[in-house]
């Protein structure tokens, strides 16, 4: 089984950008893979961010964007707000299989 | 507007069985397949499988067959997840996800004796 890996946390300033990734082990990530971003805050469901690498839902703030950037699957947050400090999950497709990441937890200080 | 709801937290002895379901609205029910995912205590989200609503046929990811069985009943637009021979480590929060990203609000199943 294929194993899809984030970066275990990252800190962003208030007001900053960061941007946060997700890498396959079978190799270059592509818009095949299907990329989803989930935001999950503790006690919550995780809620979808991102569809199909970059596609938002009428409920995702415009300040989250996704990309394919150099070889991985990328979540851009421009202007972070404190409310935007949680766990962030990348979701792959293989062959109609899934496979999460491991999850980014993301500090916003 | 798309709503999935699910059944309420479950307390289960080791070796009982359980049963979550997953009632759709909002959209036609046999459109799109019905994900199930697990999460464990303090753990991250752990894909268990799909069920294709207009066959009816299951797919499990590895770890998640035999003990886990997804089914429908698609008069009333709803599915299950049933988990045989629980243990404690299945202790988890199970949710029910339709593609592109809706998610039922979370079944938290403790197996406790």
């Known amino acids: 089984q294929a194993v899809v890996t984030q970066e275990p946390s990252l800190t962003v300033s208030p007001g900053g950008t960061v941007t946060l990734t997700c890498g396959s082990s079978?190799?270059?990530?592509?818009?095949?893979?299907?990329p989803y971003w989930f935001q999950q805050k503790p006690g919550q469901a995780p809620r979808t961010l991102i569809y199909?690498?970059?596609n938002k839902h009428s409920w995702t703030p415009a300040r989250f964007s996704g990309s394919l950037l150099g070889g991985k699957a990328a979540l851009t947050l421009s202007g972070a707000q404190p409310e935007d400090e949680a766990e962030y999950y990348c979701?792959?497709?293989?062959?109609?299989?899934?496979?999460f990441g491991g999850g980014t937890k993301l500090i916003v200080l | 507007q798309v709503q999935l709801v699910q059944s309420g937290s479950e307390l289960k002895k080791p070796g009982a069985s359980v049963k979550v379901s997953c009632k759709a609205s909002?959209?036609?029910?046999?459109?799109?397949?019905m994900n199930w995912v697990r999460q464990a205590p303090g753990q991250g989200l752990e894909w268990m499988g799909w069920?294709?609503?207009?066959?009816?046929?299951?797919t499990s990811a590895q770890g998640f067959t035999g003990r886990f069985v997804f089914s429908l009943d698609t008069s009333v637009s709803t599915a299950y997840l049933q988990i045989s021979g629980l243990k404690a480590e299945d202790t988890a929060v199970y949710y029910c996800?339709?593609?592109?990203?809706?998610w039922g609000q979370g079944t938290l199943v403790t197996v406790s004796s």
């Open positions: 996800v339709r593609i592109p990203g809706y």
């Open positions: 909002g959209y036609t029910f046999t459109d799109y397949a």
């Open positions: 069920i294709n609503t207009n066959t009816g046929n299951p």
């Open positions: 079978t190799g270059a990530v592509t818009s095949g893979h299907y």
């Open positions: 199909d690498t970059s």
């Open positions: 979701l792959f497709s293989y062959s109609g299989s899934w496979v």
